[in-house]
T-cell receptor
Framework: AQSVTQLDSQVPVFEEAPVELRCNYS??????LFWYVQYPNQGLQLLLK??????LVESINGFEAEFNKSQTSFHLRKPSVHISDTAEYFC???????????FGAGTTVTVRA | EAGVAQSPRYKIIEKRQSVAFWCNPI?????LYWYQQILGQGPKLLIQ????????DSQLPKDRFSAERLKGVDSTLKIQPAKLEDSAVYLC????????????????FGNGTRLTVT
């Protein structure tokens, strides 16, 4: 099973500032990569995914993540955050054909006015 | 499309008691997962079903945890007897994929059941 490391447990950020959440995984074999977001008292919602093709993937609400195979990373970025982006963010990885997600410990993003 | 339904939303029990959680996946989804999310940690896979068969239960503490998915639809997860360290959110997820199929849809998660063992 994959091991996933999210390097920051807490990220405070001011509204309209950029944010980057770092994620590294253990194996260089072919993988699928995901970012999930969890709002308080809710389940996990898919934010974006990398399956194949372009290494830069985007979500509909302004987040983007870049797959870097040589560094086994999948960092998440947003150039300008909103208060509503306050949530916990989880990076997840699965081996291709496996569909079993291994999750990082999560990064709590708190956006302040 | 209705989402993954879980009940109850919250449960408080004393240690050594038993508890059961229920999950109704999205209609037509062949694969169902139970994850345990301890406070401050990421979700950890407990068991994976494909239709009504177990694909992976290597992380399930079988001395106290059991799960079943009768008829390949709903699933129940049971803990008996519960320990303090079982306090967590139990998440159910479903997916239309089966092993070897092409991947074009992510896992869909329910809102979870928050268990507190006192």
């Amino acid at each position: 099973a994959q091991s996933v490391t999210q390097l920051d447990s807490q990220v405070p950020v001011f509204e309209e500032a950029p944010v980057e959440l770092r994620c590294n995984y253990s194996s260089s074999v072919s993988v699928y990569l995901f970012w999930y977001v969890q709002y308080p008292n809710q389940g996990l919602q898919l934010l974006l995914k990398y399956l194949s093709g372009s290494t830069l993937v985007e979500s509909i609400n302004g987040f983007e993540a870049e797959f870097n195979k040589s560094q086994t990373s999948f960092h998440l970025r947003k150039p300008s955050v909103h208060i509503s982006d306050t949530a916990e963010y989880f990076c997840a990885v699965s081996d291709r054909g496996d569909y079993k997600l291994s999750f990082g410990a999560g990064t709590t993003v708190t956006v302040r006015a | 499309e209705a989402g993954v339904a879980q009940s109850p939303r919250y449960k408080i029990i004393e240690k050594r008691q038993s508890v059961a959680f229920w999950c109704n996946p999205i209609s037509g989804h062949a694969t169902l997962y139970w994850y345990q999310q301890i406070l401050g940690q990421g979700p950890k896979l407990l068991i994976q079903f494909q239709n009504n068969g177990v694909v992976d239960d290597s992380q399930l503490p079988k001395d106290r945890f059991s799960a079943e998915r009768l008829k390949g639809v709903d699933s129940t997860l049971k803990i008996q007897p519960a320990k303090l360290e079982d306090s967590a959110v139990y998440l159910c997820a479903s997916s239309p994929h089966t092993t070897g199929s092409s991947y074009n849809s992510p896992l869909h998660f329910g809102n979870g059941t928050r268990l507190t063992v006192t």
